[in-house]
Nanobody, 116 residues
Framework: QVQLVESGGGLVQPGGSLRLSCAAS????????MSWYRQAPGKERELVAY????????NYADSVKGRFSISVDNAKNTAYLQLNRLKPDDTAVYYC?????????WGQGTQVTVSS
C-alpha cells in the first residue's frame, strides 16, 4: 500500500527556515520522481519543486528559486523540502506528490505559516 506522510510544518517568523519531510512507504523514491506542491487559502494548488528519480534533476517555481531546496534520502525513502528566507506569501499547506504505476498519490499536507 502506497502512503506518503508529511511532517515538519509550523509557525515561523519571516526570514526563518523550516525543513519539511515526506516519508514514503509502498514504493521507492529511487525509482520514481516526486514533487512538492502548496495551496494557500483561496488559491489553487501550485507546484513548488520537482526532483527526478535518483535526484538527477530538480526544478523550482520562480517564486521559491534560490530559497527552497528539494532532496531525497534514498536510504530512508524520505524526501525533503528545505525552506529558507521564508516570506508571508509562503504561508500554505504543503503537499508531497508521487506517481507510481500510473496512479498519483498525495500526502495529507503540512501547514506552514509565516508570520511575525
Amino acid at each position: 500500500q502506497v502512503q506518503l506522510v508529511e511532517s515538519g510544518g509550523g509557525l515561523v517568523q519571516p526570514g526563518g527556515s523550516l525543513r519539511l519531510s515526506c516519508a514514503a512507504s509502498g514504493f521507492s523514491f529511487m525509482s520514481n520522481p516526486m514533487s512538492w506542491y502548496r495551496q494557500a487559502p483561496g488559491k489553487e494548488r501550485e507546484l513548488v519543486a520537482y526532483i527526478s528519480r535518483r535526484g538527477g534533476t530538480s526544478n523550482y517555481a520562480d517564486s521559491v528559486k534560490g530559497r527552497f531546496s528539494i532532496s531525497v534520502d534514498n536510504a530512508k525513502n524520505t524526501a525533503y523540502l528545505q525552506l529558507n528566507r521564508l516570506k508571508p506569501d509562503d504561508t500554505a499547506v504543503y503537499y508531497c506528490k508521487a506517481n507510481f504505476r500510473g496512479t498519483t498519490f498525495w500526502g495529507q499536507g503540512t501547514q506552514v505559516t509565516v508570520s511575525s
